[in-house]
């Protein structure tokens, strides 16, 4: 408000060397601050000043000048699009190759600013040939700098398949997957998400991600003491395994599975949200593969999550995931119903706040549709909604007709009464069930349930 921006400007061309760099470090703190101020160093005409420098001063200078760039690049696409504009781009990527590994850090981190927005952005910066660059910067001994250019190299490759060929045909994947079992987390949780942002688009990119060899290692950075790099190291697996059977298989063969379930068990939140859902990836491909989460004990932790999380996007992947394991076979289904979850499924559904009712509903649905375990459908019959209820009905009058065990005891608990009591709409789906269930008893029997 003092108009120091215009006060500042000069002071980036004073003699003085100490001058410029302090001038330029005061522009990018307040340019960091907020987009307004930013957009007041793009409106004040410094950025071309800035830009010229970069390629002319010293090493403090530099740095200094980088800063000021991913200040302002890093709160829009237009801010940064103003900074490609101005010809930012190639003299970043010329501070990539400085001899000074603070200037290259600098220089990666603007560039990291710049792409992550979207692709249009991010092929700017592929364009002016810093991708090359950045494959050797993670091969450089310092941790700082690996650790920025691993995460720039994830800001290129998430927007599209295209981009991501990009830092692989550089030869990115070999260097990444080496650094899986690095001390360092913070340079971990980037490898890992870098990782993940490569083999998320597509099949190919995903095995060429696999063909690094990549497990059983990739498995410990479950059990890091740092949440991210387990939230990570779980990210890229279900970004691998939701590709194909084939790759869900090989992850079940290295004891992928189990370390995830291990994984979802040991911790609470948003962490557990990628493993959950890749357990519904695995479990979706196929019977068998649905079954090796069922023998890995991959039911428990999901109904844990059902219960003890509070945010319902993850409870709804919990849901989902639960859906996909029992939407097999009537022994999948037995399996999840066992656990007595579809009571907690359908209180969720009927729960009204419930964001995610429709995952609830679904995967309610699909456990429902191939559930022939009786005892677990039956304490449904009494709170279930109509729409919900036609599929528990239709479930015992597949089963009844043929089992004389279960046709006693739905009388002694109270089923068959219940069934009586329900308002059906005459010539419903509904109405042919109750139909079905009454047709398997005596008429007297049947009479004596009704209200």
């Known amino acids: 408000n003092s108009g120091v921006m215009a006060l500042l400007r000069p002071l980036l061309l004073d003699v003085v060397p100490t001058i410029q760099q302090t001038a330029a470090l005061a522009l990018g703190r307040l340019a960091n601050y907020n987009d307004d101020l930013a957009e007041a160093v793009v409106k004040g005409d410094i950025l071309p000043q800035l830009v010229c420098s970069l390629s002319e001063q010293n090493r403090f200078y530099k740095k200094a000048a980088a800063f000021v760039l991913r200040a302002v690049g890093k709160h829009s696409p237009q801010l940064a699009l103003a900074i490609v504009q101005c010809g930012a781009l190639e003299t970043l990527v010329i501070c990539l190759e400085d001899f000074d590994p603070g200037v290259k850090e600098a220089a990666a981190w603007a560039l990291g600013y710049i792409a992550r927005h979207n692709s249009e952005l991010s092929q700017a910066v592929v364009d002016a040939g810093a991708v090359p660059l950045l494959v050797l910067c993670i091969q450089e001994p310092e941790i700082a700098l690996k650790r920025i250019a691993?995460?720039?190299?994830?800001?290129?490759?998430?927007?599209?398949?295209?981009?991501?060929?990009?830092?692989?045909?550089?030869?990115?994947?070999?260097?990444?997957?080496?650094?899986?079992?690095?001390?360092?987390?913070?340079?971990?949780?980037?490898?890992?998400?870098?990782?993940?942002?490569?083999?998320?688009?597509?099949?190919?990119?995903?095995?060429?991600?696999?063909?690094?060899?990549?497990?059983?290692?990739?498995?410990?950075?479950?059990?890091?003491?740092?949440?991210?790099?387990?939230?990570?190291?779980?990210?890229?697996?279900?970004?691998?395994?939701?590709?194909?059977?084939?790759?869900?298989?090989?992850?079940?063969?290295?004891?992928?599975?189990?370390?995830?379930?291990?994984?979802?068990?040991?911790?609470?939140?948003?962490?557990?949200?990628?493993?959950?859902?890749?357990?519904?990836?695995?479990?979706?491909?196929?019977?068998?593969?649905?079954?090796?989460?069922?023998?890995?004990?991959?039911?428990?932790?999901?109904?844990?999550?059902?219960?003890?999380?509070?945010?319902?996007?993850?409870?709804?992947?919990?849901?989902?995931?639960?859906?996909?394991?029992?939407?097999?076979?009537?022994?999948?289904?037995?399996?999840?119903?066992?656990?007595?979850?579809?009571?907690?499924?359908?209180?969720?559904?009927?729960?009204?706040?419930?964001?995610?009712?429709?995952?609830?509903?679904?995967?309610?649905?699909?456990?429902?549709?191939?559930?022939?375990?009786?005892?677990?459908?039956?304490?449904?019959?009494?709170?279930?909604?109509?729409?919900?209820?036609?599929?528990?009905?239709?479930?015992?009058?597949?089963?009844?007709?043929?089992?004389?065990?279960?046709?006693?005891?739905?009388?002694?608990?109270g089923g068959l009464k219940k069934v009586q009591e329900i308002k059906a709409e005459p010539g419903s789906l509904l109405q042919e069930y109750i139909n079905a269930i009454n047709n398997c008893y005596p008429e007297e029997i049947v009479r004596y349930g009704k209200p």
Not at 253 to 278: E, F, H, K, Q, W
């Open 150 to 413: 691993a995460s720039t190299l994830s800001d290129i490759s998430k927007h599209s398949p295209e981009l991501a060929q990009t830092v692989v045909d550089a030869g990115a994947i070999a260097h990444l997957a080496q650094m899986i079992l690095n001390p360092d987390a913070k340079l971990k949780r980037q490898v890992l998400s870098a990782l993940s942002q490569i083999a998320k688009h597509s099949v190919d990119l995903a095995e060429l991600v696999v063909e690094a060899e990549i497990f059983p290692v990739v498995l410990t950075c479950l059990k890091d003491s740092d949440e991210y790099v387990k939230k990570n190291g779980a990210t890229l697996i279900r970004e691998i395994a939701k590709h194909t059977p084939e790759l869900s298989q090989l992850i079940v063969n290295s004891g992928g599975v189990a370390a995830i379930i291990d994984c979802i068990g040991s911790c609470r939140g948003t962490v557990r949200l990628p493993g959950i859902m890749m357990l519904g990836y695995v479990a979706a491909h196929s019977e068998n593969l649905s079954m090796a989460v069922i023998i890995s004990k991959g039911i428990p932790p999901l109904c844990a999550c059902l219960i003890e999380e509070n945010e319902d996007h993850i409870k709804a992947a919990a849901a989902w995931a639960l859906g996909q394991i029992g939407r097999h076979t009537p022994e999948h289904a037995r399996a999840v119903a066992v656990a007595n979850v579809l009571p907690t499924l359908l209180s969720m559904y009927m729960d009204t706040h419930s964001s995610e009712d429709l995952q609830t509903k679904k995967a309610l649905k699909n456990i429902l549709q191939k559930c022939t375990y009786l005892p677990a459908l039956e304490p449904l019959l009494h709170d279930a909604p109509p729409n919900i209820l036609k599929h528990i009905v239709g479930q015992f009058s597949k089963v009844l007709p043929h089992d004389s065990k279960a046709r006693r005891l739905f009388v002694t608990t």
